[in-house]
C-alpha cells in the first residue's frame, strides 16, 4: 500500500500541525499524548482511510507507505549526534506530532523505561560510538533483519518510521512473512515452544544514559530485561493461523534450538525470509508503516559522516490494545514484565 499527498493534502496537514505546535511544546506532553487520536480524526480523509484499511485487512505486503510531507531540510536542523539531545531541543516539533497523529490512526504508541530513556518518539540517526552495534544507531555494519522487541510480550503492532532526511539513499530493508512456501512440517514446529530470543542490545543496561522520567521503576525493567537476556523463556515463533501466521524473530538474538528438527525448521525460516527481503529506500518527508508481526526489518551498512547530514529517521511502536500491559506500564512506558 502507497499514497502520495496531493498537494491540498500537504497543505491541511501543514494547517493542522501550526495549530498542534502552537499548543503543545512537546510529543513527549502526556495531554498531547492523550488527545493526538482526536486530532488524527483532522487529517486528510484519503490518510485515514489508507491506515484505515492497513490495520483492518493486514494486507500480506506487511507495509504501508505515505509520502510526500513536505520537508525543509533547513529548518529541521541537523541530524543528532546522539538521541540524547532531542529531549533538550525537541526539533522537529511538527513532524514528530505528524508521526504520532499518523500512529494514532493505528492504535496507541507505547515507550520503553529501557529504550531511548522512555521517550515515545524515538531518533533514528547514526551514533559515532556505537559505528559496528546491531543497534538502529549502528552503521557500519548491517542491521540484520528482526521483528521490532521480538523478545517482548507487549512488543509494537506496528512500527511507524518517519523519514526526515536520507540524502545518502540509506536502504532500509524489509521481508513481509509468507508461510505459505514453507513446508508444513517447518510451520508445525515453528507453532511450538523451541525457541529463545534474548533482548536486543538497545534494551541493556550499557545503552542507558539518564532517566528522562525520574518515576519510571527504571531500575526494575533492567532487571528484568537482565534476566530475559540471562534465562529467556522457550518460545513459539509462530502464532494465529497456519495460513498466515503471525511471526516473532530476532535470529541474531536467539540460540540454536536444543530439538534438530525445531533447528532445522528455523533455518528454513531464515533462507525464506532472506530469499524475500528486499531495500526499501526511505525519502524524506515518508512515513512507512511496518507491521511487526507479518514482517521483518533491518538496515544496509552505510559509512556514516557524524557532521550533522547523515540519515535521520523517527519512530515510534503501536500497539493496537494498550489494555493487555496494564500493571505493567507507567503511563505510555512499559517498566516490567513477568512473563506472557
Ligand atoms: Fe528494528
Redesign the pocket.
Known sequence: MQISLSEEEQSSIVELLSELAGRFKSTEDPAFLAQAPVFAHELPRRVRLTLNEFRLYEPTSAVCRIAGYPIRDEEIGPTPSHWKNRQKHCVPLKEEMLLVLLSSLLGDPIAWATQQDGAVVHDIAPIKAHENEQL?SGSAEE?TW????AFHPFRGDY?VMMCLRNADRVPTTFAPIDASGLPPECVSLLFEPHYTIRP?ESHLLKNRVDPVNGQVPVEAAHGRIEEMDSRPEKIALFMGSPESPYCRIDPYFMDPPELPAAREALDTLIRHIDSLLEDMVLEAGEFCFIDNFKAV???RPFKARFDGTDRWLQ?AFVVEDLGASDGERDGRVITTVFGE
Do not use: A, K, P, V
Not at 146 to 149: C, I, V
Open positions: 538502529g542491521l528482526h521483528t521490532e522487541d512500527i536486543d526489518h533491518g538496515r519512530r
